[in-house]
């Protein structure tokens, strides 16, 4: 008997007031990769910048568009001068 | 006339000054000073709790007591008191109204730093886990290879450090007041990672190495 496939999940967490707020996606769903989509594209156009990280947070890179597979993506306002 | 005109501040003949200083006009700021901390002695009478005391009329520091106070005037007539037992009565509950809110937002603010504390340590090395939890800044490396010290804070809080890790340039750079600070920490730090230019490009710097740490940039 073939075991059952293992469910990637994928995380966007997106700095803010409440310290963060995540937003959970499966690759196979479509609804849900929409949903995730659709707050990116959202945020991206208020100025937020998207890094897609690995769980450590090691390795990662400036992501300009959605990415389905990626691990993790933290959103963050942009930076400003203080 | 501009004696009239103060005279319908005071609400009758008198003048402002002698009110304010509850004394003639001739008072000085000695005298002003005893009347508002309401102690009737003399200027030399300056700590700041003691003038605390008077003004929520009690020790508490409650935001409910500053309301209260500021409708009570010691030794003298009650506003509260020339008000209806049903005004009185409306007057308590807005005032513990808002020290419930002042209490609901602060127990916000200690959740979400709490949240965005965890969100940071799960993105921390296990050196720099121990140096965030011993100093409450953590060492990063940018992507050109600099280093950098980055504080608990929002501003002012981003070094570039040289081989023996003292601080040799200062960045004001930040993502905004409204996030906790644990959540500005760990912005800055993706950013010197992943996006080190546009950062730069985007602080104010400082160097530390130069007399009267001059500004050599401001942010774009």
Known sequence: MSEPATMVTHELAVLDETGDTKLIWDEDKPEEVDAAKAMFERLKAKGYVAYAVDRKGEKGEVLERFDRSAEKIIMAPQMKGG | ?220
């Open chain 2, 1 to 220: 006339m501009a004696g009239e005109d103060l005279a319908g501040w005071a609400g009758q003949t008198t003048p402002v000054w002698p009110l304010w200083t509850g004394s003639t006009a001739s008072a000085t700021a000695d005298l002003a000073w005893a009347n508002w901390s309401s102690l009737g002695t003399t200027g030399s009478v300056t700590t700041a709790s003691e003038v605390w005391q008077t003004w929520t009329y009690e020790t508490g520091t409650g935001v409910s007591s500053a309301w209260y106070a500021w409708v009570v005037t010691p030794g003298g007539a009650s506003l509260i008191e020339q008000c209806t037992p049903v005004e009185q009565e409306m007057i308590r509950h807005v005032a513990e109204d808002v020290a419930r809110r002042v209490d609901a937002g602060r127990q916000r603010a200690e959740a979400a730093q709490q949240k965005a504390e965890q969100l940071l340590r799960e993105h921390l090395t296990p050196e720099q886990e121990r140096a965030w939890q011993e100093n409450r800044a953590i060492f990063v490396t940018g992507q050109s290879g600099k280093r950098y010290q980055i504080k608990e804070g929002h501003t002012h809080n981003v070094f570039e450090v040289d081989e023996a890790g003292r601080p040799v340039r200062e960045f004001c750079v930040h993502v905004g007041f409204h996030v906790p600070k644990a959540d500005n920490v760990l912005a800055q730090k993706l950013a010197l990672q992943f996006n080190e230019a546009e950062l730069l490009r985007r602080a104010n710097w400082w160097d530390l190495s130069q007399p009267g740490r001059p500004l050599v940039h401001r942010g774009q």
